[in-house]
């Protein structure tokens, strides 16, 4: 991959060297679906000035059909071209940001939520690093082309070939992510058979949140050239495990961690946890938008080492948070509750706010290194540990109660983040499933 433009100048000298013939300028909408229009070369001096104009109003919850035009304005830092599409005539793509024809910020776009955040990170003299740990799964497709439940492989972790059938295909994602400027960590088979984890390098978290989208979508296409559908659906299979985003974060200032304190017990920075109070304090508020589906919630639940329990522990995997062992530039907290179908600037944007809120002076529980799945309601009661909501609904109510998410997403998306959420609930809710049907029909 060349270097990564800083200007547009330098994106117009490449498309030019590289004999690039389609751009593909990208942005998501609230959910966190990628979205692009496609231009030739000869129209990317216009586009790189801010001249591309489109109708927000196609796009859900974007903008009503009398507020309709939006400047989309790319990014040159995210210039990277499609490795899996020819060469000749070749695709490439820009990540951008959504205005408004007076030039302001469009309060929709979920990537100016996270550009503002982390602005008033910087005000505060941190930069937020962030790095991603998100797995998926793997499935066959069947005469049609259409996506079966029928796994690729029958493997569990950290199984190797001829188990792990999807090695070949992980090989390449990986090649293709490092083509378009990842620094992988690892990856392996995952505990579910079929599943997956890509360990992403920690960046920067605007341009670590630009590569979660650009994962989902690489994991896609190459998925696709082997003959399978990969899914980053939270729970696709009953009785295996789910698939999350482990989010692992720290906070930097004049290229150190502030999270690292050598003289401090365990070497955590008092930075490190008031950071952490903040996140367990909001995790219940901010919980609708780490996890925003109704299936999100069939993954957190015991005995699947998600977490259900709003709790931090060293070693225990079944908290909400956990601090690793590493230290040094490496101190990080593990957020362990998102999975890979959030919009992943909304969810770093709370994360980041409510962790900056913690910094206010929030008060730490002792860590807890118990089994959370062996105890009941009451015996949590007994300990003060607050259990994650159990379902969208939930969710949403415990988000209307923390007003730290309204101001973060803005009024703009936050309304239209319920809306839309509340319809999936009611959508949901009404449906008869089949575990009811096998369940009650020959019984009642």
């Given at each position: 991959?060349?270097?990564?433009?800083?200007?547009?100048?330098?994106?117009?000298?490449?498309?030019?060297?590289?004999?690039?013939?389609?751009?593909?300028?990208?942005?998501?909408?609230?959910?966190?679906?990628?979205?692009?229009?496609?231009?030739?070369?000869?129209?990317?001096?216009?586009?790189?000035?801010?001249?591309?104009?489109?109708?927000?109003?196609?796009?859900?919850?974007?903008?009503?059909?009398?507020?309709?035009?939006?400047?989309?304005?790319?990014?040159?830092?995210?210039?990277?071209v499609f490795p899996w599409r020819p060469r000749n005539g070749g695709v490439a793509r820009l990540i951008c940001d959504v205005y408004l024809p007076d030039g302001k910020p469009f309060p929709g776009d979920p990537r100016q939520v996270l550009r503002r955040m982390t602005a008033q990170a910087a005000e505060?003299?941190?930069?937020?690093?962030?790095?991603?740990?998100?797995?998926?799964?793997?499935?066959?497709?069947?005469?049609?082309?259409?996506?079966?439940?029928?796994?690729?492989?029958?493997?569990?972790?950290?199984?190797?070939?001829?188990?792990?059938?999807?090695?070949?295909?992980?090989?390449e994602i990986i090649i293709t992510l490092e083509q378009m400027g990842f620094e992988v960590e690892a990856s392996h088979h995952e505990v579910a058979p079929g599943q997956h984890e890509?360990?992403?390098?920690?960046?920067?978290?605007?341009?670590?949140?630009?590569?979660?989208?650009?994962?989902?979508?690489?994991?896609?296409?190459?998925?696709?050239?082997?003959?399978?559908?990969?899914?980053?659906?939270?729970?696709?299979?009953?009785?295996?495990?789910?698939?999350?985003?482990?989010?692992?974060?720290?906070?930097?200032?004049?290229?150190?961690?502030?999270?690292?304190?050598?003289?401090?017990?365990?070497?955590?920075?008092?930075?490190?946890?008031?950071?952490?109070?903040?996140?367990?304090?909001?995790?219940?508020?901010?919980?609708?938008?780490?996890?925003?589906?109704?299936?999100?919630?069939?993954?957190?639940?015991?005995?699947?080492?998600?977490?259900?329990?709003?709790?931090?522990?060293?070693?225990?995997?079944?908290?909400?948070?956990?601090?690793?062992?590493?230290?040094?530039?490496?101190?990080?907290?593990?957020?362990?509750?998102?999975?890979?179908?959030?919009?992943?600037?909304?969810?770093?944007?709370?994360?980041?706010?409510?962790?900056?809120?913690?910094?206010?002076?929030?008060?730490?529980?002792?860590?807890?290194?118990?089994?959370?799945?062996?105890?009941?309601?009451?015996?949590?009661?007994?300990?003060?540990?607050?259990?994650?909501?159990?379902?969208?609904?939930?969710?949403?109510?415990?988000?209307?109660?923390?007003?730290?998410?309204?101001?973060?997403?803005?009024?703009?998306?936050?309304?239209?983040?319920?809306?839309?959420?509340?319809?999936?609930?009611?959508?949901?809710?009404?449906?008869?499933?089949?575990?009811?049907?096998?369940?009650?029909?020959?019984?009642?």
């Amino acid at each position: 991959m060349p270097m990564k433009p800083q200007k547009a100048e330098d994106v117009q000298e490449l498309v030019k060297d590289l004999g690039i013939k389609f751009i593909r300028l990208q942005f998501t909408d609230p959910d966190g679906v990628l979205k692009n229009v496609a231009i030739t070369a000869e129209q990317l001096e216009k586009a790189l000035g801010g001249e591309f104009m489109f109708d927000g109003s196609s796009i859900e919850g974007f903008a009503r059909i009398e507020e309709s035009d939006m400047y989309l304005v790319p990014d040159p830092a995210t210039f990277a071209v499609f490795p899996w599409r020819p060469r000749n005539g070749g695709v490439a793509r820009l990540i951008c940001d959504v205005y408004l024809p007076d030039g302001k910020p469009f309060p929709g776009d979920p990537r100016q939520v996270l550009r503002r955040m982390t602005a008033q990170a910087a005000e505060l003299g941190y930069r937020f690093m962030v790095g991603a740990e998100a797995e998926f799964f793997l499935f066959h497709l069947d005469a049609a082309g259409r996506p079966t439940l029928t796994t690729h492989d029958g493997a569990g972790y950290f199984d190797l070939t001829p188990a792990d059938l999807g090695e070949n295909a992980r090989r390449e994602i990986i090649i293709t992510l490092e083509q378009m400027g990842f620094e992988v960590e690892a990856s392996h088979h995952e505990v579910a058979p079929g599943q997956h984890e890509i360990r992403i390098r920690y960046d920067e978290a605007l341009a670590m949140a630009d590569k979660i989208v650009t994962f989902r979508l690489v994991v896609r296409a190459v998925a696709q050239r082997h003959g399978l559908h990969a899914t980053f659906m939270p729970k696709p299979l009953s009785g295996a495990a789910g698939s999350g985003m482990h989010i692992s974060q720290s906070l930097f200032r004049g290229g150190q961690n502030v999270f690292h304190d050598p003289y401090a017990p365990d070497e955590l920075s008092r930075q490190a946890l008031h950071y952490l109070g903040g996140l367990l304090r909001h995790a219940r508020g901010f919980t609708a938008v780490t996890n925003p589906l109704t299936n999100s919630y069939k993954r957190l639940v015991p005995e699947f080492e998600a977490p259900t329990c709003v709790t931090w522990a060293f070693e225990n995997r079944s908290p909400l948070v956990r601090v690793p062992a590493p230290r040094g530039e490496l101190t990080r907290l593990e957020l362990r509750s998102p999975d890979p179908c959030c919009n992943p600037y909304l969810a770093l944007a709370v994360v980041l706010a409510a962790g900056l809120d913690g910094l206010n002076g929030e008060t730490m529980p002792p860590p807890c290194e118990e089994n959370l799945c062996a105890f009941n309601d009451a015996a949590l009661r007994e300990r003060g540990i607050e259990r994650l909501p159990e379902d969208l609904r939930e969710a949403l109510d415990l988000m209307r109660q923390d007003p730290l998410v309204r101001d973060v997403l803005g009024e703009h998306i936050y309304s239209r983040f319920l809306a839309a959420r509340e319809a999936e609930w009611n959508r949901y809710r009404i449906q008869v499933h089949p575990w009811e049907q096998r369940e009650y029909l020959t019984k009642f």
